[in-house]
């Protein structure tokens, strides 16, 4: 595919492995990609079983459907379950589970949810059924979180009164912050998210180096921009430096994109505090509606539940988004928590660690070379 | 605990319980064991997984109906049931039903889905698909002129694949009960006495042959419902597949195993093979044949084309020495012009399908969890 294989070339990619390997020389480094689109590509090309086995990737929280908590999942449903509301949600979320069932089953006794790919999707629904509300299942980092604001604004430009947004977007900052503070874990560096940082930029993430003395490399998605993200974090570690750079430089500005983080401003405000899957409460890193959007906003305009539930005890996706476990290392994995019948986030988003290892990497090293011995022509 | 669920004991091709394993390995081995007992049906409701031809549906099919119906004709749960009359003689029976919305869609419409579905399933059993019934189910103010639209296509596509439909039934229900129609359909075709296609005669150094491009009906049908916003010119593949599969049987006679990837796609038929034949599908990713607008359709919606519905394909195993010719057959017929090697059987990892990437990495391809797909076919 055009703008794509290159960045896919299996060549590149092999010179890009013998200079990890060169550089890195055998020591053993830790590196977390922070988002799930990362952990995604990882897994889906198969990148960790091309890579020498002293590179460690650990996969962070960077993925936005892992990080609901249950409690929210059930305000969901409750509000699916309203008469006259056409819930809508992107289709990742549908088959998370709350304390009782998903969208999925609400929709099967009669809810109407339905999947949408984007915000504007369901305003547009809501215009085309003035005599239905329509709420919107809103999730996501700051990649997704401006489209939502548009959304909101061409809602109030068009007088739109029977559309509502439930918002759950949450910013990649303070997750990053909690993880470092985290005493359990040993890192040598982060692959930096890449559509986050599109919004709103490379600065933001000073203190990591500054403050906690860690190179972080923002990258593409791309096998390539991957492995050259781990290239230029072990080029860091060499030379002795600690800073944060930019491998994604065809899409991410160091300022960002001001007109997003306008829009941003105009229609969110920070919660107080926001509970993550896992992670617990973490102050100042979610966005509800701010006062001039109140009228749009689900959770004023219907009555929630607003319990806090607490995650399964054999889960622990806690500790696979902070990276302390491989996801193969849960209790659960595999067993009781599958892609069919998951306990955890972690388990359900396809750029969820355990769902990613499940589907795409669920097999040893030696295995995998292996197969990769070349199929025969006929 | 019985002794096949000891994380150890359960080894590929007999492996010593006591061996020392590593960690991962061990998990590796305990979520293997759990994957092959049969799926159980834990739902409580029906939801569109329980149709997507993924676990889900397997859970189903196994909870519900082979527990009530098995039979030795069913329980193989192939494309169809082969059944052996007093004479020797053996039929391949087989059934579909068409939901499809839109009714139409470039490349065909729901009546030639209905009658393809149909044959191409007894095809794939080796047999020559020659009968065929169709059922409607109608809604109240279905327009008859629609209608008569959709049976020509029948009538054309039973033409093309050389069959006759001989019996059928019409329902008409509520207006708002059947997305305007449904299709039900049903064909017989004899299986000639020297062909036994079997997953259990797949052996490894075999080779994985699909008939041509792939992904392209389920593309071609969502992109028709207008709900995504993007353009591109696909068009379904639906065909007959019976012509095909005698050529192809004609020049490899070894052939061990045929099925058409409809729902699911590529990835599950393989998946189904692997498990069947208790053997490992290593594909190669690069050497798929897929269409650039389609790729280029499901990379935008996150979609693998390997999980995407084709109504015209078909995939092969066939012996090595047979390869070859198997694949000059396929690309001398004009519905497998774009014929491909995609793959070979190997021992290890059983029962797994595994794809060497593009990017030269690789990684499990395994069977579809969820829906994530509107209903296609």
């Known amino acids: ?378 | 605990m019985s002794e096949a669920e000891l994380p150890g004991a359960v080894g590929r091709n007999g492996t010593d319980p006591n061996e020392v394993v590593s960690a991962e390995e061990a998990v590796l081995r305990r979520i293997e064991a759990f994957r092959r007992k049969t799926p159980r049906m834990r739902d409580d409701f029906i939801n569109s997984a329980h149709g997507a031809g993924g676990k889900a549906s397997a859970a189903l099919v196994d909870g519900v109906f082979l527990q009530a119906f098995a039979n030795d004709a069913l329980v193989p749960l192939t494309d169809g049931a082969t059944l052996t009359l007093a004479s020797g003689e053996r039929l391949a029976f087989s059934t579909d039903s068409s939901v499809v919305n839109p009714l139409r869609f470039p490349g065909g419409s729901i009546g030639h889905l209905a009658v393809h579905g149909t044959v191409n399933d007894v095809a794939m059993m080796g047999a020559v698909p020659s009968w065929v019934s169709a059922a409607f189910i109608l809604e109240d103010g279905f327009p008859v002129a629609e209608l008569r639209a959709i049976v020509a296509d029948m009538a054309e596509a039973a033409a093309n694949a050389g069959v006759t439909i001989v019996t059928g039934d019409t329902k008409v229900v509520s207006k708002g009960a059947a997305d305007g129609l449904y299709i039900a359909t049903a064909g017989v075709g004899v299986i000639p006495a020297d062909i036994h296609l079997d997953a259990r005669s797949v052996r490894p150094g075999d080779r994985v042959l699909v008939s041509g491009t792939i992904g392209d009906h389920g593309v071609a049908v969502m992109l028709a419902r207008g709900e995504l916003g993007i353009e591109a010119d696909i068009e379904s593949d639906t065909a007959p597949l019976g012509g095909l599969v005698q050529d192809l049987l004609r020049a490899a006679p070894n052939t061990r195993w045929l099925r058409d990837p409809t729902r699911g796609g590529v990835a599950t038929v393989c998946n189904e093979l692997a498990r069947d034949a208790e053997l490992a599908v290593i594909l190669d990713e690069a050497d798929l044949p897929i269409r650039a607008a389609v790729n280029g359709a499901c990379e935008i919606l996150g979609i693998d084309p390997l999980y995407v519905a084709n109504e015209g394909k078909l995939v092969a195993v066939v012996a090595p020495e047979e390869a070859d010719a198997a694949l000059a057959a396929l690309r001398a017929h004009p519905l497998g012009s774009d014929a491909a090697l995609i793959g070979e059987i190997r021992d290890d990892p059983p029962g797994m399908v595994v794809i060497n990437t593009g990017f030269g990495g690789n990684r499990v391809v395994d069977m579809l969890a969820g829906d994530p797909l509107p209903r296609i076919c």
């Open chain 1, 1 to 378: 595919m055009k703008f794509v294989d290159e960045y896919r070339d299996p060549a590149a990619a092999r010179r890009a492995v013998e200079e990890i390997t060169a550089i890195s020389a055998g020591e053993h480094r830790k590196f977390m990609e922070v988002c799930g689109g990362h952990t995604h590509t990882i897994y889906k090309h198969g990148i960790e079983n091309v890579l020498p086995a002293n590179i460690e990737l650990v996969h962070g929280p960077g993925c936005p459907v892992c990080v609901i908590p249950m409690g929210r999942v059930d305000d969901a449903i409750a509000l699916a379950e309203e008469p006259g509301v056409i819930f809508t949600s992107f289709g990742d979320m549908m088959r998370v589970p709350g304390s009782n069932g998903n969208l999925l089953e609400a929709k099967s006794r009669g809810a109407d949810v339905r999947m949408v790919y984007s915000p504007l999707d369901a305003l547009r629904i809501a215009m085309a059924n003035p005599e239905r509300q329509v709420v919107f299942f809103a999730i996501g980092f700051e990649t997704t979180a401006p489209s939502t604001a548009v959304t909101l604004i061409k809602a109030r430009a068009a007088g739109v009164t029977n559309f509502s947004v439930f918002s759950n977007h949450v910013t990649i900052v303070p997750p990053l912050k909690a993880i470092l503070e985290s005493p359990d874990l040993r890192l040598d560096g982060f692959i930096g998210p890449g559509h986050v940082s599109t919004v709103i930029g490379n600065r933001p993430y000073r203190f990591v180096p500054a403050q906690y003395g860690k190179p972080l490399v923002t990258s593409g998605f791309e096998p390539l921009d991957i492995l050259q993200g781990i290239v230029m974090l072990l080029r860091q570690l060499r030379d002795g430096r600690c800073e944060v750079e930019n491998q994604y430089t065809r899409a991410v500005r160091d300022e960002g994109n001001v007109r997003a983080l306008e829009v941003l401003a105009e229609v969110f405000e920070l919660r107080p505090h926001f509970e993550w899957r896992g992670l617990g409460f973490i102050s100042h890193s979610g966005l509800k509606l701010s006062p001039a959007f109140a009228d749009w906003d689900a959770e004023l305009r219907y009555s929630v539940p607003g319990i806090r539930v607490a995650d399964p005890k054999a889960c622990q996706c806690g500790e696979v988004l902070k990276g302390v476990i491989k996801p193969w290392e849960c209790k659960v994995f595999g067993t009781a928590c599958t892609p069919e019948t998951p306990i955890g986030t972690c388990m359900v988003s396809s750029e969820g660690a355990c769902a990613a290892y499940y589907n795409y990497g669920r097999f040893t090293r030696e295995a995998a070379a292996q197969a990769r011995i070349p199929v025969r022509s006929a």
